[in-house]
């Protein structure tokens, strides 16, 4: 526990400044939870945190940039975590022995109840703010979990707060010490509610944020012009950059890692032509008997053959560091968006090589509307293994692109374009792509660059069995 810091969230990246947090001091945070929302000179992110415990301070200001490394929070553990020694808490084995009076008064998840759906903290932030009840939202997220569009959706369908029969107030009883998170008792006092009157539903019936926002909701009478509550003002947030800052900065950041990557990589470069018949015909059949939204695109099915591929071909799918390869035994394939303000990023598809076409059909939506909307993660950004451009949208034929250091290889695919095609002496004008192949010398040469556009080809005539 101690310091969070400014994570690096690229090879280009040496500072960012955060323009938003998603929690708020005495938030108690998992190890994955978003955090906050950092500029970098190329888009906008969220990071998640790399540990547990609890949120107890800022240490910059929004909108102040600061190098990749410097310390941007701070997390320390929790008076439970001392109690428990670091060890979790054995589900179903809990002793009944009576625990310190602090080991309860934080936010933690509860063993044995009920098993709740994930919620980050930014997404219980906004049903605070939006006045949604989340133990009445059925999560649309990864097993389950809570989404920032479920409770959006909620609050534009009005869903009511609690249930009054459930989160009815039960006071404590007499003489009996209350158990509360700090981050509810501090919501408590600022809303003049009695912690005593509020049900708890932590652990041990610790009162959390959450039952106080139940409760506060059941409670604000109706604003009148003298005596309403100021609304709850919304996050601050660091003025956002004009367009024209962002892609001049943008273009500055990617110039300068393309100039270290064509000084730095020997770069080779290879091009095939791939008849896409099959793929083609495979999708148009598929597609027929689906709605439009599950729909496959040709993008789907060229990222599926590059990433079967790539796992393959291991030595074209890793990194240069520290004077060698190593080559990387998952394929997360980097996938360049064009952004609506301008410039191009390329966040990453995790574990495509194990993905379904649907499947990567359905990652590669989702990450396009999350790049445009400034909300991609700091994995999806700092994790690619390999990247696939594709420019055949704007009438791009062929594609010889840079190596984004430290990755040694980079796919591109053109604009798909009937050509005539000799097939068994006979011509005929067929789909056709042409796959190209930037790679680093250092890690593979022509022969294993060969086998990949391939091996491409290959995958891309039995589309069925991608």
């Not at 415990?53 to 909108?63: A, R």
Request: glycine fraction near 10%.
């Amino acid at each position: 526990m101690g310091e969070f810091r400014m994570p690096s969230l690229g090879a280009d990246m040496e500072s960012g400044k955060v323009v938003e947090w998603l929690v708020a001091p005495g938030d108690y945070v998992h190890r994955g939870d978003l955090i906050a929302e950092v500029d970098t000179e190329k888009t906008v992110m969220e990071i998640e945190s790399f540990e547990e415990g609890v949120v107890t301070e800022f240490l910059v200001d929004l909108g102040q940039s600061v190098p990749v490394g410097t310390p941007i929070a701070r997390i320390t553990g929790t008076p439970a975590d001392g109690a428990h020694v670091g060890a979790p808490v054995a589900s179903g084995t809990t002793t009944p022995s009576a625990p310190s009076p602090m080991a309860t008064t934080l936010a933690e998840p509860p063993e044995a109840e009920e098993p709740a759906p994930a919620v980050t903290p930014p997404v219980r932030r906004l049903a605070h703010v939006l006045g949604v009840d989340l133990t009445r939202l059925q999560g649309t997220g990864k097993h389950g979990a809570i989404t920032r569009s479920d409770v959006e959706t909620a609050a534009g369908h009005g869903i009511p707060p609690a249930a009054s029969a459930p989160l009815a107030p039960s006071p404590a009883p007499a003489g009996v010490r209350l158990r509360s998170s700090p981050r509810a008792r501090r919501l408590a006092a600022e809303r003049g509610i009695d912690l005593a009157e509020v049900r708890g539903s932590g652990p041990d019936g610790a009162v959390l944020a959450e039952d106080i926002a139940r409760a506060g909701s059941r409670e604000t009478p109706p604003p009148t012009a003298e005596s309403s509550p100021a609304p709850a003002a919304p996050e601050a947030r660091a003025p956002a950059e004009s367009t024209t800052d962002r892609v001049a900065k943008m273009h500055r950041a990617v110039g300068t890692l393309m100039a270290r990557s064509k000084r730095e990589i020997p770069h080779y470069y290879l091009s095939t032509t791939i008849d896409l018949t099959a793929a083609v015909d495979w999708m148009q059949r598929t597609n027929a008997g689906r709605p439009i939204a599950q729909r496959l695109v040709p993008a789907a099915l060229l990222l599926s053959a590059c990433a079967r591929a790539a796992k393959e071909v291991p030595d074209v799918n890793g990194f240069f560091l520290d004077g060698a390869f190593q080559p990387s035994t998952a394929v997360h394939l980097g996938v360049a968006v064009a952004l609506r303000g301008g410039g191009l990023i390329a966040p990453a598809i995790h574990d495509a090589d194990t993905l379904s076409v649907d499947e990567v059909m359905g990652r590669l939506r989702d990450l396009v509307a999350r790049a445009r909307a400034g909300r991609l993660q700091r994995a999806e950004m700092a994790d690619p293994t390999i990247t696939v451009t594709n420019l055949g949208d704007l009438g791009v034929e062929s594609i010889f692109g840079v190596i984004y250091p430290p990755q040694v290889a980079l796919v591109g695919f053109g604009r798909v374009v009937e050509r005539p095609v000799a097939r068994d002496g006979l011509i005929g004008v067929r789909p056709t792509v042409i796959a190209t192949l930037s790679a680093d010398h250092r890690a593979s040469d022509g022969l294993v660059g060969g086998r990949l556009l391939a091996r491409i080809d290959e995958l891309l005539q039995k589309p069925e069995e991608l």
